[in-house]
């Protein structure tokens, strides 16, 4: 049996379960039974999960005690997102696995290193760690990170067991099949701007959508269609949804299996720096990217050194800085051609492949 410990929330976002759930339906192709394990966290995906056809074994929400600075936490900075102690949580994990044998534990949780795994090393034969960050210690056979940044073959190098097997890079980026299948067909994007594609993940908690929107309004490009993904269940969807009204080059989009099929389409995309970007690169689509997130702020400036975005700092002139951008992109006829052979050239798509090869 394969197990994924990770975590949704509208604090952490929904990308590290859909990158397992990715993972999970690979295995399951190969024969491989698969179940996850996730705190119940108010935004959490464990419905979604289900629907896709696996098992979830819960962690109510209801030992949550206060972090203090001096816990045995230490310096997580992403410690809070376990929403109780290191020990707490490693402990309702192993009960939850009760005497299951484990062949493969997965962890993509920031809030989790080297110490919770410790414990759960008598439980489960093989340990598999899925990060973006490299600023813990891990005990694992396999460490997954499929970014892009400056020294990514090396900054691993004192966080690993000697004998851990690193894939490292966006060549294991782990996406949907279709990203595979829709890369040969795909091609660079030629001329005028036709199409954007507005997404910022599956929180959007300070709604950046809206803002984006805004100020496409205010340019008065009706000649331009736009494509805008978001959770109704999100606090600012009733608003977006407003501000569409007598727009009719503005389409609205909501539970998406997947976003391939709209990144094929558009010719730019707006949007937040974290697993999309590779999705992005996949399908050679160029992107305006606003940085929400520390995960995403070495990913963004390598995408700003490869010229396959243009990157952007959340601050109080961020609706002039959107602004700026998209004009930029409107006026160089040639910006998008540029980029998008660019982005090509980094993931083709075919990370989970080369990931699974790893795991049989």
């Not at 929904?14 to 990158?19: A, F, L, P, Q, S």
Request: net charge positive; charged share 25%; proline share 2%.
């Amino acid at each position: 049996m394969i197990f994924f410990r990770s975590d949704a929330s509208s604090i952490i976002g929904t990308g590290h379960v859909m990158r397992c759930l990715t993972l999970a339906k690979a295995l399951r192709k190969l024969g491989k039974k698969c179940q996850f394990i996730c705190r119940d966290n108010k935004g959490n995906l464990i419905e979604k999960i289900r629907q896709e056809g696996f098992d979830v074994r819960v962690i109510l929400d209801s030992k949550r005690i206060k972090l203090k600075n001096n816990s045995d936490n230490y310096n997580l900075i992403h410690a809070k997102w376990l929403k109780t102690s290191w020990q707490v949580d490693a402990k309702e994990t192993i009960k939850l696995l009760n005497n299951d044998k484990v062949d493969l534990l997965v962890i993509d949780h920031y809030g989790i290193d080297i110490k919770w795994e410790k414990k759960l090393r008598l439980k489960s034969n093989k340990i598999m760690v899925i990060d973006d960050l490299a600023d813990r210690n891990h005990d694992c056979d396999i460490l997954l990170d499929q970014n892009l940044v400056k020294n990514y073959k090396t900054r691993y190098k004192n966080l690993l067991p000697k004998k851990c097997i690193s894939l490292l890079g966006p060549e294991y980026a782990l996406l949907q099949p279709e990203y595979q299948r829709l890369h040969k067909s795909t091609k660079s994007r030629i001329g005028e701007i036709k199409r954007i594609l507005i997404f910022f993940g599956g929180s959007d908690q300070n709604n950046l959508t809206g803002l984006t929107l805004s100020i496409f309004l205010k340019l008065n490009r009706p000649d331009i269609s736009v494509d805008i993904v978001i959770d109704l269940k999100n606090r600012y969807a009733k608003e977006v949804i407003l501000m569409t009204n007598q727009h009719p080059n503005i389409t609205l989009h909501n539970n998406l299996p997947s976003l391939a099929f709209l990144m094929q389409k558009a010719d730019l995309s707006i949007g937040a720096g974290g697993s999309t970007t590779w999705e992005r690169c996949c399908l050679g689509l160029p992107a305006i990217i606003v940085v929400t997130g520390l995960n995403q702020k070495k990913i963004a400036e390598a995408m700003k050194s490869n010229r396959v975005a243009v990157t952007l700092k959340p601050n109080i002139n961020l609706e002039n800085d959107i602004k700026k951008a998209l004009r930029f992109f409107m006026r160089d006829k040639n910006i998008c051609s540029q980029m998008s052979k660019k982005a090509f050239s980094i993931c083709d798509g075919k990370g989970i492949n080369r990931v699974i090869k790893k795991l049989i």
